[in-house]
């Protein structure tokens, strides 16, 4: 497989990257590094990386996250220039739309996930400090969103990273607190009562990362009823691997050579698992196969 290096300046950023699988391609979407414009590229039957295009207009300050919904992708990104939220579709020529949230706001970039036959999106406020860390999310059922809601007792430095394991959706991230102290990785579900979805008690996974994570799971195949998950150390830039299973709850860490000083991405094609990041210290980005070796409960 083909380094997205290939596609020179294009696929430089100063963010992280998110990867998605669409049409049975992976996708890989970035910020720009020159001009902090929203640009994707397709990885055709695994080989080799194909220039899809860039968005016209639409720029962000942060990483753009990206969700398969209804047969095509959704792209939500906090503006380049203020605390605005945007959503848009990618239409079958790859064009992306553009709307605006009323009332969600924020200083970093969201967090998408399907969920329930439509979207949630997840997000930190908008305000400065430990006051603007807390976290907020809304779900999109095929017509619109529904309100921008504080979720009670969670809060994030980095935006959180969802999943869906054992047909519930998951959350993982990091702590408020800028530094060391708030490097801690949390855990949470979004369950159900009487009708109505709230996150559970935020659970510590004894796991630790000064960035944002990743986090995918599955119903079967690679990591059958299992969620994996993707950040750098507390202190190191190394990227380290955790595993979760309703049997073994969190298990630690396992090094990975790899290194970044931002959030990573992690997405399932084919029986496999493949990771994008941006290197650390630098500017390039990065998509491998992550082995089976790296990523399966009970390895070593």
């Not at 963010?15 to 998605?20: A, E, K, M, S, T």
């Not at 400065?128 to 976290?135: E, F, H, K, R």
């Amino acid at each position: 497989m083909q380094s997205n290096a290939d596609l020179a300046l294009d696929s430089k950023s100063d963010c992280g990257p998110d990867l998605v699988l669409f049409d049975d391609d992976l996708h890989l979407f970035w910020r720009h590094l020159d001009d902090g414009s929203i640009k994707w590229a397709r990885l055709v039957d695994k080989e080799n990386w194909e220039w899809v295009g860039g968005s016209t207009g639409q720029t962000t300050s942060h990483r753009p996250a990206v969700v398969e919904y209804n047969g095509a992708l959704m792209v939500a990104w906090k503006d380049a220039d203020s605390s605005d939220l945007h959503w848009g579709m990618l239409d079958a020529e790859y064009n992306l739309s553009k709307t605006t949230f009323v009332k969600a706001k924020s200083k970093s970039g969201p967090t998408l996930a399907a969920f329930d036959g439509g979207v949630i999106l997840a997000h930190i406020g908008k305000t400065g400090g430990i006051a603007g860390n807390s976290l907020y999310n809304m779900t999109f059922d095929g017509s619109s969103w529904s309100a921008d809601t504080k979720v009670s007792g969670h809060s994030t430095k980095e935006a959180p990273a969802m999943a869906m394991m054992g047909g519930v959706l998951r959350m993982v991230h990091r702590g408020e607190w800028p530094g060391v102290a708030g490097n801690t990785i949390y855990f949470s579900s979004y369950e159900e009562t009487s009708g109505e979805y709230a996150w559970s008690t935020s659970e510590d996974t004894d796991q630790k990362s000064q960035d944002g994570l990743a986090l995918v799971g599955e119903e079967s195949g690679v990591i059958s009823n299992s969620l994996v998950m993707a950040h750098n150390g507390s202190v190191s830039k190394d990227i380290f691997a955790g595993s979760y299973s309703e049997e073994e709850g969190w298990t630690e860490n396992r090094y990975e050579s790899w290194s970044t000083d931002a959030r990573p991405a992690l997405c399932i094609s084919d029986d496999a698992i493949y990771i994008a990041w941006k290197e650390a210290n630098g500017n390039t980005l990065k998509v491998e196969l992550w082995t089976l070796a790296r990523a399966t409960p009970g390895c070593t």
